[in-house]
């Protein structure tokens, strides 16, 4: 048996062994017409579903390292969309190329790969149509939200209450319009104390990202969330329980993928701050909803581990 010393001190001497190696390495500077020739295996970018949903396309840059057996090192951001950057930087880690050589020996290759994404199109659909139902969604989206948000709530109702139908006119893959249609329909009905048809609309948005989501999307996650709300003022203890727990573990997801990402530039690093931030912010308001509904529910025990969860994720890092 090897006890946890000797592992222990095998990995610091495998770690030092593959420094020296890297550091031995040489490194060159490669121009990209020159390296895209060398490719002899592609991977092609899957695209995000929440950049279809939003309607997202163009060229995402990536500064690529290619080890001297032809494999992708690292790959990071240098420019395009934040929302098709970690599809790209996927793809691209599983790139092959021919080995970069000089004097015939192999060496280490830095230089810029650009992978495009562009929208399908789709056969039969009127382009002027799209445009025309697109506007008209968003401008019954921003007078909803803007009501909403000055609680005016009887002059919210018709803007909000036509979403859903209007997000039924957009293009198929626009599905991130019609999770916000039901949420803000959602959220109108709630504000109402309407809490039956708040949960019923809270449970279709939560539909519409299940299909479109990955399963560690931290909206799917705050979607979670405000089922576990509409079942909690309905007097569905059971059910907002369990939802806000999925609530939470899809957050943690959300929040290990970010620590998957790499951080070789000043762009990236401020890309992953970002993530972090905004997940680390969800997770709380997760967490403090659910402190309340277990105190609420007379379960100490489940409280009481909740809030030391709370408070770990509340210490600096």
Known sequence: MINLATLALLATLAAS???????????IEVPAPDAAGRVIKRAEPIYPPSALAAGVEGVVRLRATVASDGTVRTATLVSGSRLLAPAAIEAVKQWRYTPFTVDGHPVVASFDVEVPFVLPRREGRDLEAD??????FHGQWEDCQRLLGARRLPEAAAPCLALPELAEKLSPDRQLERAHAHEAVGMLQFSRAAYAEAL???????????????????????AYQ??????RMAGNAVEARRNYE??????????AWVDTLEEKTASSRELH?????RYTRNLQTILTDLVSFLRQSGDTEAAAAAQLRLDALNRPR
Do not use: C, N, P, Y
């Open 273 to 277: 701050a970002e993530f972090r931030q």
């Open 246 to 255: 999925i609530a939470e573990t899809t957050l943690r997801k959300s929040l």
């Open 200 to 222: 019923a609309a809270f449970q279709r948005a939560l539909a519409v990202r299940q299909a479109s989501s990955r399963a560690d999307d931290a909206d799917l996650g705050m």
């Open 17 to 27: 062994s593959a420094i020296g190696q890297q550091a031995a390495e040489r490194v």
């Open 131 to 136: 445009s025309l139902a697109s506007t008209l």
């Open 226 to 231: 405000a089922v576990a709300w509409g079942h």
